[in-house]
Nanobody, 113 residues
Framework: VQLVESGGGLVQPGGSLRLSCTAS????????MRWYRQAPGKERELVAT????????NYADSVKGRFTISRDDAKNTVYLQMDSLKPEDTAVYYC???????WGQGTQVTVSS
């Protein structure tokens, strides 16, 4: 199993970023996928979920209306479009397949002026 997150960086408040997570080693299309984040000194928190076939999505209240999770099963990739970013969105972002106990290296998102 491998999950490789990318797309993080430094962005000003109000800006946008699009994170990608490319998966391998398991039948990606069959799995519910999630994005999590962990800010310094805080516990890892669930940000967004997308079911297989992209039938359903769900978001943490803190990002609802600003973030959008999507997936491309042909590319074994899940995305997180982040708009209207706030300083409190600063964290390392991770993707994860539900029921698979594996975490990638994450991608750092820093929102600062």
């Amino acid at each position: 199993v491998q999950l490789v997150e990318s797309g993080g960086g430094l962005v000003q408040p109000g800006g946008s970023l699009r994170l990608s997570c490319t998966a391998s080693g398991f039948p990606f299309s069959r799995y519910v996928m999630r994005w999590y984040r962990q800010a310094p000194g805080k516990e890892r928190e669930l940000v967004a979920t997308i079911t297989n076939a992209a039938a359903l999505t769900n978001y943490a209240d803190s990002v609802k209306g600003r973030f959008t999770i999507s997936r491309d099963d042909a590319k074994n990739t899940v995305y997180l479009q982040m708009d209207s970013l706030k300083p409190e969105d600063t964290a390392v972002y991770y993707c994860k397949a539900v029921l698979i106990n594996y975490w990638g290296q994450g991608t750092q998102v820093t929102v600062s002026s």
